[in-house]
């Protein structure tokens, strides 16, 4: 049986697979040359102007906050991709090969995103989308000090279960904001 959830994350992820594609086809997989850490530092700047406009009130850039959390989402995915490609592989890619690579991260995405559901009986839906924010800082600072550390871990996850979490709290964000969903700034 299909949740509401399901079908709301499938309906974000449509639109930011949408937005990748038409990159991929005006830029090609230039995103490719990029490291790890690189991607993460791309990600905490959305991030950081998110919390920014949130605390601000106003902005200058006309680039809204929903088109930031859509960024997030598309290098969190970019970033689980070239963590399974392996070091030799060419930095162009097949157009078909990579619009499944992201829809594989997008479903083991949402997957994890419906076993925490789950357990977590979608408390997500009663937080505010500035803490939200705060918590995709939190964990761009846990996965930039994983890599740091050359991705050894004692007993956390690794960087992979964070830019998943990214992932899902941005799509929270952006449901919240989408479907009418109370929510502040």
């Known amino acids: 049986m299909i949740t509401q959830t399901e079908n709301e994350y499938r309906h974000v992820i449509g639109i930011c697979k949408e937005l990748f594609v038409k990159k991929t086809r005006d830029y090609g997989t230039s995103w490719r040359i ?7 530092d791309q990600i905490f700047i959305k991030a950081q102007r998110i919390r920014s406009i949130q605390e601000k009130g ?8 929903a088109s930031e959390f859509v960024g997030i989402i598309n290098y969190c995915i970019m970033a689980l991709i070239q963590m399974e490609l392996p ?13 499944e690579m992201y829809e ?34 939190m ?6 000090q994983i890599e740091d550390n050359q991705g050894k871990t004692l007993v956390s996850e690794g960087v ?10 941005a799509v929270f964000c952006l ?11």
């Open 87 to 99: 070091a030799n592989a060419p930095l162009d890619l097949p157009y078909e090969e990579l619009v």
């Open 139 to 144: 964990k761009l600072l846990r996965t930039k």
């Open 160 to 169: 992979d279960a964070n830019y998943q979490d990214m992932i899902n709290y």
């Open 34 to 40: 990029l490291r790890l850490p690189s991607i993460t």
């Open 104 to 137: 594989k991260q997008a479903e083991k995405t949402l997957q994890l995103l419906l076993n925490k559901n789950h357990d977590y009986g979608e408390a997500w839906r009663e937080m505010r989308i500035s803490s939200m924010t705060d918590i995709i800082l």
């Open 58 to 65: 106003t902005q200058k850039v006309g680039d809204n906050i």
């Open 175 to 185: 449901i919240k904001m989408s479907f009418g969903q109370k929510t502040d700034s």
